[in-house]
Nanobody, 118 residues
């Protein structure tokens, strides 16, 4: 079982920036072999994929955040990051870190609240 701990959430004004981090432990197959992702869930809405980064470093982004958010990983630190720029009120949500390896059940962090004021 992979343990994931998110940090960096908080309050920010529209147009501002925020950086999230997700520290992983218990990655028995090696952190670098896991696909990592950030999801978010706003009140009354379904959880959605925000950004993902594969074990090979390939990235994917939701259309709503392209050009504003950047996902990255530091395998030496077992950490994945999400740099969020030009934040909008609609980015307000609980952001969750996700780790996946092959057919093993995904692991999730506890979530961190991001609130963007207008």
């Amino acid at each position: 079982q992979v343990q994931l701990v998110e940090s960096g959430g908080g309050l920010v004004q529209a147009g501002g920036s925020l950086s999230l981090a997700c520290a992983a432990s218990g990655t028995i197959f090696g952190f670098s072999n896991y696909n990592m992702a950030w999801y978010r869930q706003a009140p009354g809405k379904q959880r959605e994929l925000v950004a993902g980064i594969s074990s090979l470093g390939r990235t994917t982004y939701a259309d709503s955040v392209k050009g504003r958010f950047t996902i990255s990983r530091d395998n030496a630190k077992n950490t994945v990051y999400l740099q969020m720029n030009s934040l909008k009120p609609e980015d307000t949500a609980v952001y969750y870190c996700n780790a996946a390896f092959g057919g093993i059940r995904d692991s999730w962090g506890q979530g961190t609240q991001v609130t963007v004021s207008s």
